[in-house]
């Protein structure tokens, strides 16, 4: 990702800034397609994960469609030229604002997560005189075995409609006219590494589309969610997630029937690769048992460290010569939190003060999650070409 011209590039610019590189991206982008293509699966970019337009841009322009979870992601969708065909919208907690919006703009699908959205959805369609095509959004109750904070598929996190309230479901369905349904949504988690969990999720909705068609529903769409993770330890050496693998679980245990559609939600899996957080060394601080550095960049910049006691790989870019990596610091931000800490104990070459620190993997949940805390300027980004 850095060779010595870009390390270069880098001197002559004022840090943070996220640094895209646009041929990872690219890379990762083929691989995913290439390998969903050869089962005629439907891959939605989970755009939350980033929204930046030139990565808008490039996702779109290799025909994925958009799974959007605010209104304003399902206007941003359509204006990167995403087709309305081509536009979820999920989230727990839509506005009216949001739904209208959607609706004016025909997008394909309402991923709905409760009873009483279902009539919402209802209501609003029909003051615009139209259909909204719904998928439910269920709770399998599958443990993703990721970090806790990043689990949604089980019962006792809000997400999604419980099997036990399915019943309600399919009479509210038979009440609004103004409801199409489509099919069946699921997504339990996020950083999902591990084949095995979505076997279960293959068996789970097996019999959860099963249970549909028994109660006189057609189930054309079989949504299975986001979730494949990345290597956060090894950027370089394995830097495209297991596409092949994981959609070959899907082709082998989900019973796909004639003329059902089988769609997928990655987010994290598709750009978390393609992007470093580029930060400089402001302060050495040497304590009682421990150094600091003290980076221009913090938890407004990328909090999934703070969030999620996530890891990232850093790297001093100033130092790559470096022979030994034989001291050990806490990386830590400037901002007025304890909190505010990449990394403890990383084992780096000898640094100094300007040194440019690289955070890598942070293409996912990184920007778009920037703030304005400590009224920090906006991180910027800058692209590889
Ligand atoms: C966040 C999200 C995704 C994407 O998750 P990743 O782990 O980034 O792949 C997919 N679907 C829904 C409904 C989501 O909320």
């Not at 929204?51 to 958009?66: E, H, R, T, W, Y």
């Not at 727990?92 to 009539?119: P, R, T, W």
């Not at 075995?145 to 399919?170: P, S, W």
Request: with cysteine.
């Amino acid at each position: 990702m850095f060779n010595t011209n870009t390390i270069t590039r880098f001197q002559e610019l004022e840090t943070p800034f996220y640094y895209y590189d646009l041929d990872v991206l690219r890379r990762t982008l083929a691989a995913c397609k290439e390998a969903s293509s050869k089962y005629g699966f439907h891959v939605h970019y989970a755009m939350k994960a980033n929204f930046n337009p030139k990565v808008l841009d490039m996702i779109q322009s290799f025909g994925f469609g958009a799974d959007c979870v605010s209104g304003n992601e399902v206007k941003a969708a359509i204006e990167h030229g995403f087709g309305k065909e081509n536009v979820v919208f999920a989230g727990v907690g839509k506005s009216d604002k949001e739904i209208n919006l959607a609706l004016d703009a025909d997008i394909f699908c309402f991923n709905a997560e409760s009873v009483q959205e279902l009539f919402i959805i209802n209501d609003l369609a029909k003051a615009k005189n139209k259909t909204a095509k719904i998928a439910i959004r269920i709770n399998p109750n599958v443990d993703a075995h990721t970090h806790h904070y990043i689990t949604t598929g089980l019962e006792e996190n809000k997400f999604g409609i419980n099997t036990f309230q399915l019943n309600d479901v399919a009479e509210t369905l038979r009440k609004c006219a103004n409801l199409q349904f489509l099919g069946i949504h699921f997504h339990i988690g996020s950083q999902i590494t591990d084949m095995e969990v979505y076997k279960s999720l293959c068996l789970r909705i097996n019999e959860i589309q099963d249970w549909f068609e028994d109660h006189g529903f057609a189930v054309k769409v079989l949504n299975t969610g986001g979730g494949l993770g990345v290597d956060y330890h090894h950027p370089d050496t394995n830097g495209v997630s297991e596409f092949e693998n994981y959609f070959k679980v899907f082709h082998d245990f989900l019973k796909v029937k004639p003329g059902q559609e089988v769609h997928f939600e990655l987010g994290r899996a598709l750009v978390a690769q393609s992007a470093s957080l580029i930060s400089r060394v402001l302060y050495v601080k040497n304590g009682i048992k421990k150094n600091f550095l003290i980076l221009d960049a913090g938890m407004t910049e990328l909090i999934r460290p703070m969030l999620y006691q996530a890891f990232h790989l850093i790297q001093n870019l100033s130092r790559s010569e470096a022979k030994s990596q034989d001291l050990k610091y806490d990386v830590v931000g400037p901002i007025c939190e304890s909190t505010d800490c990449f990394q403890k104990d990383v084992d780096l070459p000898e640094s100094f003060r300007g040194d440019l620190i690289a955070v890598r993997t942070a293409g996912a949940y990184g920007e778009v999650m920037a703030s304005g805390y400590n009224l920090r300027d906006r991180v910027g980004s800058i692209y590889s070409e």
